[in-house]
């Protein structure tokens, strides 16, 4: 800018206006740049796996083709096999059983305990609310040690119902917490009023703070449910029957033998075991983000 | 229908006071508004009528039974709260009707009781909406309504209009002392707003400082305030407060505010304020009681000359601020007989009208 524009009034503030506009356009290039990259540097790894598991094994060994595309068409061989000749379905019903019992069990204790902390003011309650999270941040591969000897002296060593007992000390920490964030975030006057018409503490949370807290408790459960469906320290060390085996460790113990990797049945199998978390993503994070507390009170 | 009666109620929170022994008695179907500035315990003594907070010491009686051990669904009251507290997730008809429904009442009455309500309060067409599509006004009547199908002991408001703008607040006020003589219940009603306590209220308790500072009628505490806390409280603008001395001589009493400007006490008032002579008193007179001079311009004593600092004209009358002894006052006058600012102006103190307060006790003598 000149001297001149810079003495000039008018000449100044067309030029930090066309400044202003040049640096929210810099902002959103940069801003557009950088998603591109992530989504490209994460999308990557599923693209890989949803290729793979298409391709047979013949066209995988073929070191002349690209291996970004499927060269000799789509089969669906991979899964044939996976599906009849491997005990992946077995995998998949012990895991589906845990994660479903994981989730119920983690959502009971979490939503009442929450509610406990977060709205029933008592004595030492905001201690116990931050001892519950410092609990998760204790990682499971320090954990395993202790909860072995608790999950052999139970009798649950190898059987899919010990990580029922166990997951729960990853998933209920994390979900309490949420869930307190949530129910502190409803004003106060909501359980005054629900009080004064008569509600008692349970009817007030099933028919007010549950409903009210509704995206709470599904980013809780969302969470919960990833969680216990991913889980792979706890399994490797407390389950080695494939009978009683969980998707996770007994897709990669069971698809790779030695240093030999079945490539295809391995994509295979992880774009089936992908897909649940990825369809209750898809179906619950509208709610997830509507915020339905909205209207309660003045906005 | 009940009354309700407070005796020598006491609440602290830890070492702090925020209620300090009141003692308030309300007859049945009468409409009492609390009123004073924030912190003055008025809040505090509501949701201890409502159960919302435990009493410290003392009684609350609802009906002519203790109701201090009661959790608020015992004691048969119904509460409107500032930000309304509407559940977000119910329409209205089920915001209304959450407390029937919890009390086992059949759907019939339900229905019938909800669509009595929904009627007084014009909002049967709203029925079927949610919180969320309901405009401030709309949900403060559907709050409304779900206190009245409860058909309580008593009402509680608490400041339920300070959420709404000027015009809806003066519009729901209609409403609240329209819905108040149609269905007659005691009522406890909680604002900072003193013109909010004075057009709504049988009578109107100023709290102050945990205390109750005067009980009265809006007309009495605006014409006899006891303390110049209610002086200077009640009344919109604030009453004027100027330092002044009592003079006695052989021509009667006089109060003296400045070297210039002394006005005669009226003869009615002399008596009281005898004891006063001479001593360093408060004067208190209101806006309105300094006007232009009116009496067909006949000066009888009580009119002297101010330069104007502000004039602020409000269409129906005009402001004016001027100084006297580094003390503001502000006069209330004719639109037409104002003057420019910094000009000089005549006006006249509706003497009459005067209040003479102890600056050590704050008592209006």
């Known amino acids: 800018m000149t001297v001149a524009a810079l003495s000039n009034p008018a000449a100044r503030r067309v030029g930090v206006g066309s400044s202003l506009r040049r640096s929210r356009r810099w902002a959103l290039i940069t801003a557009y740049v950088f998603l591109v990259l992530f989504a490209i540097f994460f999308l990557i790894p599923p693209y890989y796996m949803i290729v793979t598991a298409f391709k047979s094994d013949a066209e995988m060994a073929r070191m002349a083709t690209n291996p970004w595309i499927i060269a000799d068409g789509v089969t669906l061989e991979q899964f044939r096999i996976l599906l009849n000749n491997t005990d992946f379905l077995i995998y998949f019903k012990n895991t589906a059983i845990v994660t479903v019992c994981v989730v119920i069990i983690t959502m009971v204790i979490s939503v009442l305990a929450a509610f406990a902390l977060g709205r029933m003011r008592f004595w030492g309650s905001s201690i116990l609310a931050t001892g519950i999270f410092l609990t998760y941040l204790v990682p499971d591969t320090l954990l395993f040690i202790p909860m072995f000897q608790i999950v052999k002296g139970l009798g649950l060593l190898n059987n899919y119902w010990g990580m029922v007992l166990v997951y729960p000390t990853l998933t209920v920490p994390f979900c309490t917490w949420i869930m307190i964030g949530y129910f502190q975030s409803i004003p106060k006057e909501l359980d005054e009023a629900a009080l004064i018409d008569g509600a008692g503490h349970l009817q007030m949370l099933f028919r007010i703070f549950i409903p009210v807290a509704l995206p709470g408790i599904i980013a809780a459960t969302i969470f919960a449910f990833t969680v216990s469906w991913a889980a792979f320290v706890y399994p490797m060390a407390f389950l080695y029957s494939s009978d009683q085996q969980v998707l996770t460790v007994g897709t990669v113990t069971s698809l790779i033998r030695g240093d030999v990797y079945k490539w295809g049945m391995l994509m295979a199998g992880a774009l089936l075991a992908a897909a649940p978390p990825l369809v209750i993503y898809a179906f619950l994070m509208d709610y997830y983000i509507a915020g339905l507390t909205a209207g309660a009170t003045k906005g | ?365």
């Open chain 2, 1 to 365: 229908m009940a009354e309700v009666a407070l005796r020598q109620v006491v609440k602290k929170f830890g070492e702090v006071e925020a209620v300090r022994s009141i003692d308030l008695d309300i007859p049945n179907n009468e409409f009492v508004v609390l009123v004073g500035p924030s912190g003055c315990g008025k809040s505090t003594t509501l949701r201890m009528i409502a159960g919302l907070e435990e009493v410290t010491s003392g009684e609350i009686c609802i009906g002519g039974e203790v109701v201090n051990d009661l959790p608020p669904r015992d004691r048969d009251i119904a509460m409107v709260f500032q930000n309304y507290a509407l559940y977000p997730h119910m329409t209205a008809f089920e915001n209304m009707s959450f407390g029937l429904r919890l009390r086992k009442f059949s759907k019939a009455e339900i229905r019938q009781r909800v669509e009595h309500a929904a009627r007084i309060l014009d909002i049967t067409e709203l029925l079927d909406r949610r919180p969320k599509a309901l405009s401030g006004g709309q949900r403060q009547r559907v709050a409304m309504g779900r206190a009245i199908v409860r058909n309580p002991k008593v009402f509680l408001f608490d400041e339920p209009l300070s959420n709404l703008d000027a015009k809806l607040r003066v519009q729901m006020r209609t409403e609240i002392k329209r819905v108040h003589q149609k269905v007659k219940t005691t009522t406890v009603y909680v604002t900072h707003d003193q013109v909010e306590a004075m057009t709504l209220a049988d009578r109107v308790v100023v709290m102050n400082n945990g205390r109750i500072e005067q009980i009265g009628s809006p007309q009495e505490l605006y014409h006899h305030p006891r303390t110049r806390f209610v002086a200077g409280f009640i009344g919109s603008p604030a009453m004027n407060f100027l330092p002044c001395q009592l003079e006695q001589n052989a021509a009667g009493m006089r109060v003296r505010i400045s070297e210039m400007i002394a006005f005669p006490v009226p003869p009615t008032n002399a008596a009281r304020y005898r004891s006063a002579v001479d001593k360093q008193l408060i004067l208190g007179l209101r806006p309105e009681h300094i006007t232009e001079p009116r009496h067909n311009g006949r000066d009888d004593g009580c009119q002297f000359a101010a330069t104007l600092d502000v004039v602020e004209p409000l269409g129906m009358e005009t402001m004016v601020f001027f100084t006297v002894n580094d003390t503001e006052v502000c006069g209330r006058v004719e639109p037409s007989s104002a003057v420019e600012a910094g000009a000089t102006m005549r006006l006249q103190a509706g003497i009459e009208h005067m209040h003479l307060i102890d600056p050590a006790s704050d008592v209006v003598l």
